[in-house]
């Protein structure tokens, strides 16, 4: 990744000059030396101090350089004065924690990150020395003979005993931990003493993890694998021996002791959730370099501002490439926009502890029993059976005798949902892929997932994802992860009140728990004005809205409409990028961009992912049909290239919601409970979601395989905890803004059209459709080579200059010009109006 340097000889030592930015990495490197010299002095002070100790107080400056006494440190007489007077007069053994700082400084001048990135640090750092002085001192500096404490610490602990007793210095101390838990840690001392302490274990592990950093999940590669991480179910081969159980239920089937297991084995099968029929919007990303990794940002010497990268605030983005600048060669970091941002702990969030999902042996056994009785009433014979617990549903797995037909079992679904007597039983016969039948029965204690559960799962945390989501738990209680980049939009539906708010919380989460602000950007769409407002308050980190906009969260039809369509500008200027670019998708462009080959001046820009997300689009299509549906179909399916994504959720599943132009465009969808089958079909073309037990359960389907999933749940109050932590940070000066938007009816308002209003492609789009008497916008799309939104606008104004007739429908509009004369005339008049 690393490009080799130029250096210019020219340039090198004396006339190196104040301002060059040589000057702090040539500090960095000195300090790292520094930093290295004092470590390996002060380890061997462990072993040496007590000989050297004598030689060195004698010693003064002077004495240094003179041919003094020998010691024994390893680094000579500077590293035994050192760490001596380190150690010995100022912070005893804590004094390790001053060369970490000495190391992390060198880093920041090296890397020329800002300054004040330090100051934090360091004061964080020197309150944890002191307190450790005192706390070792306190402890056992009066059995040590080694200064454990240091002068300081054993300064402060004979003041400190004097004035308080010594009894007080415990409190003291204690005072000091509890402020650390509360104030750094954020611990949450509302749950049980055993969450507690796995909350302060975590919160300890993850600093020795990340030694600190705010959030190294973020620093994804971009995705390669499939848009869902999770296994699918185990295979049930009848010949393959499968694990041993794990609670030993034992052979529970009648007849040849065939197998009945819980819970499956650790299958890492990926489901490839691409979408099935977009061939060509299938953009191959290569997994070349890193988006992300960890850089510098050459535009932040010395400017403390530094905010917004594409530079209209006076900072000087040329620096990102041109040759003047050949230390700018290193890669372009977007998170450096915001370099101090911390993305939420995890801390923040309730541990529900959902622990393994558990039922009773005696409901597996009963509901087991039954199932094999009721088929037997339809002499339907089978051969194995055997269970996966899930959080909330329990799935029997059956292999039927040779010559059973699965149709028959399919048939007898709502019979046996009967005789289990038990609501949700959803039958897949066959389970696709494998010759058995799986019957799911709801477990009688549901489990909870909780949301920190999931986003602490090993899955989430290394999921190298472009916009992972965390959704739920499998019926194998495996966490679900899945990539909106490449579903590449999602459409939610389900009846009031089964959780899809839930779902729609936990899919932000996800982005907000995984993603700088610099690289995601939400739109958010709430007619109901209520379930997304909250979201309101992260305006200047993660929210993408129109210029002069008040509210970030859109409410109102009308203002819809000037969203949705200037995000079809925006994905068209996108599209100019890469074409000028030379990128096929986003990944490829903003690749280049990093690695600095594309030229800001040029109007290139880091692109973040936009997330497009509509809570009830329902009462959106029932207010304003069309003008919705058409740039929602549009974005669709053209701008996944161009990284915008779209989730759509609606508590109205029907046919003239949930269209068939949505439908077609929306591969992915999750289905909540719904209140009848044909609901169902409409959301997943096929039944099953009416089957559902509701409280976040849910199928999640690609377009063919369904999986069913138990939902995370996050409460409203956890919601706003992770909101406001991320709204208390230091925003961008401007939020992200999307292009502005005039519609017909304001344009047709101001005046009417002027020659100077008109597009440079009218003329020729004008001609081609003379010439073929036929109004398409595809056609003129296709042989301009424009984008469809700019087409779209060129036939606009040429039905408001009378020239084609109004659009009807997706058919051709009519041409109201017979010949090229009468155009050409035409526009002249226009021209010479003025
Ligand atoms: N994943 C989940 N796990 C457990 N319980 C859940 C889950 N999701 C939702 N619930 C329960 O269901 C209730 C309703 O959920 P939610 O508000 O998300 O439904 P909704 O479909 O959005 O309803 P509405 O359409 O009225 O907004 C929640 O208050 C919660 O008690």
């Given at each position: 990744m690393a490009k080799a340097k130029k250096k210019?000889?020219?340039?090198?030592?004396?006339?190196?000059?104040?301002?060059?930015?040589?000057l702090p990495k040539l500090f960095g490197v000195l300090l790292l030396i520094c930093a290295v010299y004092l470590g390996v002095a002060f380890l061997s002070y462990l072993f040496t101090w007590k000989v050297d100790q004598d030689r060195v107080l004698r010693f003064s400056w002077k004495l240094?350089?003179?041919?003094g006494p020998t010691v024994d440190?390893?680094?000579?007489r500077l590293g035994a004065f050192l760490s001596n007077f380190y150690i010995y007069y100022l912070f005893?053994?804590?004094?390790?924690g001053l060369i970490y700082l000495l190391w992390m400084l060198g880093l920041n001048r090296l890397r020329r990150q800002?300054?004040?990135?330090m100051g934090t640090l360091f004061v964080k750092v020197m309150l944890a020395i002191l307190a450790l002085a005192v706390l070792l001192e306190f402890a056992v500096g009066g059995w040590?003979?080694?200064?454990?404490?240091g002068g300081i610490g054993k300064y402060l602990v004979d003041h400190l005993t004097g004035v308080l007793g010594s009894f007080g210095v415990i409190l003291l101390l204690l005072a000091l931990v509890g402020l650390y838990l509360v104030?750094?840690?954020?611990?949450?001392?509302?749950?049980s003493p055993r969450q507690i302490r796995t909350d302060i274990v975590d919160h300890f592990s993850e600093r020795i993890r990340f030694?600190?950093?705010?959030?190294?999940?973020?620093?994804?590669?971009?995705?390669?694998?499939?848009?869902f991480s999770a296994p699918s179910?185990?295979?049930?081969?009848?010949a393959a021996a499968p694990p041993p159980p794990k609670s030993a239920p034992?052979?529970?089937?009648?007849?040849?002791?065939s197998i009945f297991e819980v819970d499956g084995p650790e299958l890492e099968t990926d489901r490839d959730f691409e979408q099935p029929r977009g061939s060509q919007m299938k953009?191959?990303?290569?997994?070349?370099?890193?988006?992300?990794?960890?850089s510098h940002d050459p535009l932040s010497i010395g400017k403390?501002?530094?905010?917004?990268?594409?530079?209209?605030?006076?900072?000087?983005?040329?620096?990102?490439?041109?040759?003047?600048?050949?230390?700018?060669?290193?890669p372009y970091d977007p998170t450096l926009d915001l370099p101090s941002y911390e993305s939420p702990h995890l801390?923040?969030?309730?541990?529900?502890?959902?622990?393994k999902a558990e039922v009773d042996r005696a409901e597996l056994e009963t509901n087991k029993d039954q199932i094999i009785e009721t088929l037997l009433n339809y002499k339907i014979e089978i051969t194995k059976i055997r269970a996966t617990i899930g959080p909330t549903v329990t799935l029997y797995e059956i292999v039927p005798a040779?010559?059973?037909?699965i149709s028959r079992i399919k048939n007898l679904e709502d019979d046996i949902a009967l005789s289990l007597a038990a609501l949700g039983i959803r039958i897949i016969a066959p389970i696709p892929g494998r010759g058995t039948i799986g019957i799911e029965v709801p477990n009688k204690n549901p489990q909870m997932v909780g949301m920190r559960e999931v986003l602490e799962s090993e899955k989430f945390r290394t999921a190298k994802m472009d916009l992972p989501l965390v959704l739920g738990k499998t019926i194998k209680n495996e966490v679900l992860v899945a990539d909106l980049a490449k579903m590449p939009h999602l459409l939610v539906a389900g009846a009031t009140g089964q959780g899809k708010s839930v779902g729609i919380n936990s899919i932000i989460m996800s982005l907000l728990y995984k993603k700088h602000p610099s690289q995601v950007k939400l739109v958010m769409i709430d007619?109901?004005?209520?379930?997304?407002?909250?979201?309101?308050?992260?305006e200047s980190h993660f929210l993408a809205f129109l210029p002069g906009?008040?509210?970030?969260?859109t409410t109102e039809t009308t203002k819809v409409i000037h969203i949705l369509n200037s995000l079809c500008i925006e994905m068209d200027q996108r599209y100019d990028l890469l074409k000028k670019a030379a990128a096929r998708n986003i990944k490829e462009y903003n690749e280049k961009f990093v690695a600095r080959r594309?030229?800001?001046?040029?109007?290139?820009k880091f692109l973040p992912f936009i997330v497009l997300i509509i809570d009830e689009f329902a009462d959106l299509i029932m207010t304003a049909g069309k003008e919705v549906e058409m740039p929602i179909a549009r974005l669709a399916q053209l701008s996944r290239a161009v990284g915008i994504h779209l989730v759509i959720a609606t508590q109205r599943p029907s046919v003239n919601i949930i269209t068939g132009v949505i439908k077609a465009n929306f591969p992915a969808r999750i289905a909540y409970k719904v209140t009848a089958k044909v609901d169902s079909r409409t959301i997943?073309?096929?039944?099953?979601a009416d089957q559902l037990i509701g409280r976040g359960d849910m199928l999640l389907s690609n377009g063919g395989d369904v999986v069913r999933l138990q939902g995370a749940f996050i409460d409203t109050p956890e919601v706003e905890e992770v909101i406001d932590f991320i709204a208390n940070q230091r925003g961008y000066v401007e939020p992200y803004l999307l292009p502005e938007y005039n519609t017909d009816e304001e344009m047709a308002g101001s005046s009417a059209l002027t020659y100077a209003d008109l597009d440079d492609m009218l003329e020729d789009a004008a001609k081609l459709i003379i010439q073929q008497q036929h109004g398409s916008t595809s056609m003129v799309q296709r042989r301009l080579k424009l984008g469809y939104n700019r087409a779209g606008r060129i036939m606009d104004q040429l039905e408001q200059l009378g020239i084609v007739g109004p659009a009807v429908g997706s058919k051709p509009r009519e041409v109201l010009v017979y010949d090229e004369q009468e155009l050409i005339r035409f526009i002249d008049d226009l021209r010479n109006r003025g």
């Open positions: 210019n000889p020219g340039q090198l030592g004396l006339r190196m000059g104040l301002k060059d930015e040589r240094l350089l003179a041919d440190n390893w680094l000579g005893g053994l804590p004094s390790f800002p300054l004040r990135l040590m003979q080694f200064p454990i404490g104030f750094e840690a954020r611990i949450d001392f509302n749950g030694r600190g950093k705010p959030s190294p999940e973020r620093f994804d590669a971009p995705g390669t694998g499939s848009a179910n185990p295979p049930l081969a009848p034992g052979s529970l089937s009648p007849g040849d002791g953009m191959p990303l290569d997994a070349v370099g890193d988006l992300t990794l960890v403390d501002n530094l905010i917004i990268a594409d530079g209209d605030t006076g900072i000087d983005t040329s620096l990102a490439v041109t040759e003047e600048n050949q230390d700018h060669s290193e801390q923040l969030l309730l541990d529900r502890e959902s622990g040779p010559g059973v037909r007619p109901k004005k209520v379930e997304l407002f909250p979201y309101a308050k992260l906009q008040t509210e970030p969260i594309l030229n800001p001046e040029k109007g290139h997943l073309d096929a039944g099953g």
